[in-house]
């Protein structure tokens, strides 16, 4: 099966090649660890751990590569303000960074490098810039990216040459696109810095925020790779100066695929810290949710749409996994002798459509349908009493299988529900009457559980088993 994904650079879906065979490198762009990531933002890490799980699900081995933004205008401003030291400021995020992404089972990166701890590289870089003409060193000692030097200067988010406005210069890191400006590689120290700075040939100070990835994803993956992703508020200015410096300082064609992700919205907004309309994970799970719940619901709408975030999506998702977890235990439950054979077609149409869906650019709303699609089938194969455990073997399988992308079924979690003393000792005392023949007794106390929403089942010899209802 073939993959293919949608371009940006091209604006097209194309079919997939990696440069190595069997292999994937691909760059994603990481925090900046000046706060807790919020649900915002970990769409874009969710998007990137998706694409990453389909390509290992088609048999590729990935090697990525997501930076920590521990140095930039951002980081530098809250740390001073909180009286923090920026190391020690930074750290705390990044460490709550990793506990999130373990919390929405975002499988790991390959390397999370920091930016502080690759300065010499990106000096290097710069240099290498100097040297080819494309740098040059303004009056307040920063350097600069001269994008009049740089012909494709805007390829990808096709900006015009003509509102270009090579020789004036923008020293912060984020800027719009009607300000495209020549931009810093490093930047003088001033004393908004205050400790936070570098020795490098054009004098103290710190890198640029742009260099930093440009640095460091060739340290890791080379001078050019497969893919590389982000939301789409970093498609400018961040990629395109990314691309301007490593294509400018190696010559070759930096990156053959650009994915980027749509924003996560609330009430027709974007999710930002600057509107302060967001939700860090930490919020929701303080209010009862949970990481799989949280998942479902960021898997939830392909990732080139904007998704509405909503409590309502989250109620949905606690039902829709809820509906799940009953399938799995039905499942689990069948011992029906038989070869299985009842299941394999709607296996195999199930699986078929799923892999057909995530290879055609993601699309997951094709792929989950297939996944109820054959809850539906085994649902049904157990309704008509015609499922064996065999087959109900293969439809998890089946769901093993779903689960290496979505990431949140969890076929193979048994759930044990905890059942409160009080219903358990009413269960006893309703063993007990049976013991003692007293049915009425027996069948008072079965009702009476039944109100409290839960249900006994005989099992021989007296034992028995406590279900919620
Ligand atoms: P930042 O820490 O601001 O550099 O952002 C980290 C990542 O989150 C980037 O890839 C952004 O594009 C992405 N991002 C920020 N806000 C949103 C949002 N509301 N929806 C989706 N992605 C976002
Ligand atoms: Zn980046």
């Not at 997939?16 to 649900?39: K, L, W």
């Not at 931009?183 to 925020?209: C, I, T």
């Not at 200015?237 to 994915?259: M, R, T």
């Not at 998704?307 to 999506?313: G, I, S």
Request: net charge negative; aromatic share 12%.
């Amino acid at each position: 099966m073939e993959l293919q994904f949608f371009n940006t650079m091209d604006r097209r879906v194309e079919p997939f090649r990696s440069i190595h065979p069997g292999e994937v490198r691909m760059y994603t762009c990481g925090p900046t660890v000046y706060n807790y990531a919020h649900i915002g933002n970990f769409r874009a890490y969710m998007f990137e751990d998706l694409l990453r799980r389909t390509l290992e699900f088609f048999g590729y081995r990935v090697r990525q590569v997501m930076n920590l933004t521990d140095v930039d205008d951002k980081t530098i401003r809250d740390s001073r303000a909180a009286g923090i030291p920026l190391r020690e400021f930074t750290q705390k995020y990044k460490q709550a960074f990793f506990e999130d992404l373990k919390t929405l089972n975002i499988e790991p990166a390959e390397v999370y490098p920091a930016a502080t701890d690759h300065i010499p590289q990106m000096i290097r870089l710069i240099s290498i810039l100097m040297e080819k003409g494309f740098g040059y060193r303004a009056e307040d000692g920063s350097v600069y990216f001269s994008i009049d030097k740089f012909p494709n200067y805007g390829k990808l988010a096709k900006i015009d040459r003509e509102n270009q406005r090579s020789g004036v210069r923008i020293k912060n890191d984020e800027y719009a696109k009607d300000s495209v400006a020549d931009f810093a590689l490093w930047k003088a120290w001033d004393e908004l810095d205050g400790d936070v700075v570098w020795d490098s040939p054009w004098g103290k100070g710190r890198p640029g925020w742009h260099i930093e990835c440009s640095a460091m994803s060739s340290e890791y993956l080379g001078d050019s790779f497969d893919i590389h992703t982000g939301g789409i508020d970093n498609m400018f200015p961040h990629h395109e100066d990314e691309i301007a410096q490593s294509e400018a300082a190696s010559g070759k064609k930096w990156v053959n695929y650009w994915l980027h992700c749509a924003h996560l919205m609330v009430n027709g907004e974007k999710m930002s810290k600057s509107l302060g309309n967001f939700y860090t994970l930490r919020d929701l799970e303080a209010k009862g949710w949970s990481g799989r719940e949280i998942r479902w619901v960021l898997l939830g709408a392909h990732y080139r749409k904007k998704l509405n975030f909503t409590f309502e999506a989250l109620s949905q998702a606690r039902e829709t996994l809820g509906r799940f977890d009953e399938f799995f235990d039905r499942l689990r439950s069948i011992s029906a002798p038989g070869d299985g054979s009842e299941a394999e077609a709607p296996v195999a149409a199930a699986v078929e459509a799923f892999s057909a869906a995530m290879a055609d650019d993601l699309n997951v709303s094709e792929a989950f349908a297939a996944m109820f699609e054959l809850l539906r089938a085994g649902n049904k194969l157990a309704d008509a009493g015609t499922l064996s455990a065999a087959g109900a073997a293969k439809i998890l399988d089946a769901f093993r299988k779903f689960d290496r992308i979505a990431g949140c079924l969890e076929p193979d979690r048994v759930r044990t529900v905890e059942i409160p003393a009080e219903v358990m000792a009413m269960a006893e005392a309703r063993a007990a009457a049976r013991k003692a023949k007293n049915f009425a007794e027996s069948d008072r106390l079965r009702a009476e559980i039944a109100g409290l929403g839960y249900v006994v089942e005989d099992a021989p010899g007296g034992a028995f088993r406590v279900k919620k209802a």
